[in-house]
């Protein structure tokens, strides 16, 4: 094994660079000695992955939340580019994961509980295939573009409340921190059209509070928005709210974190392994995806089965 760690130094508040001698130590009793290299900017995990790949390391952990993972999965591939297939750069290489971000929602997937030395424990643990989703969407100057996620992709009010949540305070912790930007970003809201195409079926035409896309069970600080998602089965599990309002948040929202939610009116689900969004009159429609505000409908999501190793 020749372990590689790429570390988000901004991570958990900026905690994650003053206690990183204590989390090299934790990756180094479990996996042995590793080299590692820090992000400066935007984007810049996904090209320390791939230098790290063509190096011949077979396993990058990422240290850090959501978004970090997210860059370090999109190292693992060619760049993504529109109308061309995604490429593994190294097939056989793993992701390993050590969270140190604010809303930890893959580590609920895959069961980690946040505890450095537990985390890094794992990280010697059997790799298993699991699926990977694509989306191809329209950048802020309206270019075509693509890029690679893991967790959840969405279209709706979730992608104010990212919006929100990442130019907040973290003091107050990843569940909280999404729970005041969740109530925030449902004040005036007002539910979106949009056009919909499951596995290339016929266009449906739908108005949607949150449209998930989602290949691990969480998104937004441990809300568990699609109980029956599988990182490992090949399909995307969709949820999707319609007229869900503020004061249903706040009289339900022990629902959005135990999956009850589901069984309420104005939510369906269903899975697809493709999936084509498309915005329903003039005004635009914003995606994100693993918690990162990334560009505009219409947009294709489509799964990769079994595109990527984990070790967990």
């Not at 490429?87 to 509980?113: E, H, M, N, Q, S």
């Not at 949150?210 to 599990?237: Q, S």
Request: proline share 5%; with cysteine.
């Amino acid at each position: 094994m020749k372990p590689f760690i790429v570390v988000n130094p901004r991570s958990a508040g900026g905690a994650t660079a003053r206690h990183f001698d204590t989390i090299v130590q934790a990756v180094r009793s479990a996996v042995g000695d590793c080299a590692h290299a820090f992000t400066e900017r935007p984007m810049h995990a996904a090209g320390l992955t791939r230098a790290a790949l063509a190096d011949a390391h077979d396993l990058v952990v990422a240290v850090g939340g959501d978004g970090t993972i997210n860059e370090v999965v999109n190292g693992f591939f060619e760049e993504a580019r529109p109308g061309v297939p995604s490429k593994p750069l190294r097939p056989g290489a793993a992701l390993g994961v050590l969270p140190r971000g604010t809303g930890g929602d893959l580590r609920r997937t895959i069961g980690l509980d946040g505890d450095v030395f537990r985390s890094a424990a794992r990280l010697k643990g059997e790799r298993s295939a699991i699926d990977v989703g694509r989306v191809d969407y329209q950048t802020d100057d309206g270019s075509p573009a693509a890029r690679h996620f893991i967790n959840v992709g969405e279209v709706g009010v979730g992608v104010r409340v990212v919006e929100l949540a990442n130019a907040s305070s973290k003091l107050l912790g990843g569940k909280l921190t999404f729970m005041l930007s969740s109530m925030r970003a449902l004040i005036g809201w007002r539910d979106l059209e949009i056009r919909a195409s499951f596995d290339g079926g016929p266009p449906e035409d739908l108005s949607v509070t949150t449209l998930a896309i989602a290949n691990g069970r969480y998104f937004g600080g441990g809300m568990m928005v699609a109980p029956e998602a599988r990182l490992d089965d090949g399909l995307f599990h969709l949820t999707i709210w319609s007229g869900f309002t503020l004061s249903d948040f706040v009289l339900k929202s022990s629902a959005m974190y135990d999956g009850t939610h589901v069984k309420f009116p104005g939510t369906r689900t269903r899975t697809a392994r493709t999936v084509r969004l498309e915005a329903r009159g003039a005004a635009r429609v914003g995606i994100e995806v693993d918690g990162e505000r990334i560009g505009w409908l219409p947009a294709t999501f489509t799964v990769l089965p079994g595109a990527l190793h984990l070790v967990r």
